[in-house]
């Protein structure tokens, strides 16, 4: 059974610094994974996908990484400022089935 | 601006009471999902509808039933039988769900709480 993971559960960095939120999955076989934003009591925001096929992804100040045969990707947010605190999830759609399997999520709190 | 939109934005529910949460999306998309979230674990998937008329439960199902009788809508009701409600309700959509490499968009979501 897939399973994802993002360690810490919490993060809280001083503004400006370069840093790296991570997942983990367990299963390989997955078709991507997806990163997100969620602002408090608010949806989630599509921050970058990578297919299976791929390494990884830019997008502005972001980067995510994915190494399948490990079971890893790294989201790399460089010069965070304070308006990128948020909860950040990421999601593995497997190749077995339609649904997408969640990690719980890193808060990041950017100090100005 | 295409988007999806959640209403009400918070709900009380009363013993014994069914409530309706509401999802539109204006994107065109053929897929609709409805999640639960609770604080510290991810989300979980309650049903799917990949076309109008058509539904399937996800892993939560049980106290919850839905219906597809447009496009753009996909509402929930949050039965009686659902004993523990109270938590974050989001919906989503995406286009046909075998597009793998197309995004989920969200609705900002409702927060279900019991009187």
């Known amino acids: 059974k897939q399973e994802v993971t993002q360690i810490p559960a919490a993060l809280s960095v001083p503004e400006g610094e370069n840093l790296v939120l991570n997942c983990s999955f367990t299963?390989?076989?997955?078709?991507?994974l997806q990163w997100f934003r969620q602002d408090p009591g608010k949806g989630l925001t599509s921050l970058l996908l990578?297919?299976?096929s791929q390494r990884e992804q830019t997008s502005g100040r972001l980067n995510a990484s994915l190494d399948k045969s490990s079971g890893r990707s790294t989201l790399y947010i460089a010069a965070s400022q304070p308006g990128d605190s948020a909860t950040y999830l990421c999601?593995?759609?497997?190749?077995?089935?339609?649904?997408?399997?969640w990690g719980a999520g890193t808060k990041l709190i950017i100090k100005p | 601006d295409g988007g999806i939109t959640q209403s009400p934005k918070y709900l009380f529910r009363k013993e014994g009471q069914n409530v309706t949460l509401s999802c539109e999306q204006n994107?065109?998309?053929?897929?609709m999902y409805w999640y639960r979230q609770d604080p510290g674990q991810g989300l979980r998937l309650i049903y799917y509808?990949?076309?109008?008329?058509?539904?399937q439960k996800g892993d939560i199902a049980e106290g919850y039933s839905v219906s597809r009788e447009k496009k753009e809508s996909f509402p929930l009701t949050v039965t009686s039988a659902q004993k523990n409600p109270t938590a974050f309700y989001l919906c989503?959509?995406?286009?046909?769900?075998?597009?793998?490499?197309?995004?989920?968009?969200f609705g900002d979501g409702t927060r279900l709480s019991i009187l």
């Open positions: 989503a959509s995406s286009y046909d769900r075998d597009r793998v490499g197309q995004p989920q968009h």
């Open positions: 994107l065109n998309h053929d897929a």
């Open positions: 509808s990949q076309i109008v008329n058509d539904f």
């Open positions: 299963d390989s076989a997955i078709y991507n």
């Open positions: 990578i297919q299976s």
């Open positions: 999601a593995v759609r497997p190749v077995s089935n339609y649904q997408l399997i």
